[in-house]
């Protein structure tokens, strides 16, 4: 099993940064890409940004050149510069199980809500 353990959510104003971090644990060999995904009030779930373990990276449309996600080991990192109202949701951390490997196909962090507003 995998337990992610999130933080660094919090307010900010419009234009303002924030860090959000994932530091996983437990049989760490078994998972794959990791990412971040948000979740508005009233919305679904949805991908911000992924990177696989060799280092490649996707972005949401929504956050191209203003959000940059790394991986080191088993920490992962979301830089959120340029923040807008929209970018208020619960952000969530994920893992995804490598092939065979036991477990489940994703692992989840807790969330962390992030509010922008002035």
């Known amino acids: 099993q995998v337990q992610l353990v999130e933080s660094g959510g919090g307010l900010v104003q419009p234009g303002g940064s924030l860090r959000l971090s994932c530091e996983a644990s437990g049989y760490i060999l078994s998972i794959n890409a990791m990412g971040w995904y948000r979740q508005a009030p009233g919305k679904q779930r949805e991908l911000v940004a992924s990177i696989t373990s060799g280092g490649s990276t996707n972005y949401a449309d929504s956050v191209k050149g203003r959000f940059t996600i790394s991986r080191d080991k088993n920490k992962m990192y979301l830089q959120m510069n340029s923040l807008k109202a929209e970018d208020t949701a619960v952000y969530f951390c994920?893992?995804?199980?490598?092939?065979?490997?036991?477990?489940?196909?994703?692992?989840w962090g807790q969330g962390s809500l992030v509010t922008v507003s002035p």
């Open positions: 994920n893992a995804k199980r490598a092939a065979g490997f036991p477990g489940p196909d994703d692992y």
